[in-house]
Structures are given as structure tokens and as C-alpha cells.
């Protein structure tokens, strides 16, 4: 899935960044969160990888044709 479509989907509050799987089994994922923590609870245990890897993602990402067919927020628009 479209990393720049998660950021926008999840009001650039999370994106799924790394998901293992066999055959139609999907597990183990990494989640970034643009926030560790609510109220001393960190989400997503220590997998999370937390801004620093959205925000690495929106340095580095290029919108492409697959942003443009869904409409996507350009570069800009992504930033926290």
C-alpha cells in the first residue's frame, strides 16, 4: 500500500512500513506513529518507529502516477 496513502488516510498520524507474510498470511508488522505514547502508553510496543521514520519517508518520497490516480496531497501537504 501506498505509503503516502496511509499518511493521508491516517490524518498523517501512522503508516505501515514493513509486513511479512507467506502465501495469504500477513503478520508481523512495523507501525510509525507520529506520536510514541498516550498517556504513559506507548503504541505498538517497541516496533513502533515512531516520526522520525515518517518523517525520513516524506524527505525521500517523490509523488508518482499512483499518487496522482488517487488523488494523493502532494510532498508538501505529507509534512508533519
Do not use: R, V, W
Not at 507474510?21 to 506520536?35: C, H, Q, R, V, W
Not at 488523488?71 to 501537504?77: G, Q
Amino acid at each position: 500500500m501506498s505509503g503516502a496513502f496511509q499518511l493521508q488516510f491516517s490524518n498523517k498520524k501512522m503508516m505501515l512500513l514493513d509486513i511479512q507474510g507467506s502465501m495469504f498470511n500477513l503478520y508481523d508488522p512495523e507501525i510509525a506513529t507520529a506520536e510514541l505514547n498516550d498517556e504513559g502508553e506507548f503504541y505498538f510496543c517497541a516496533g513502533n518507529l515512531s516520526c522520525l521514520s515518517i518523517s525520513k519517508f516524506n524527505s525521500e518520497h517523490k509523488c508518482n502516477q499512483f499518487c496522482a490516480m488517487l488523488n494523493l496531497a502532494s510532498e508538501t501537504e505529507l509534512t508533519l
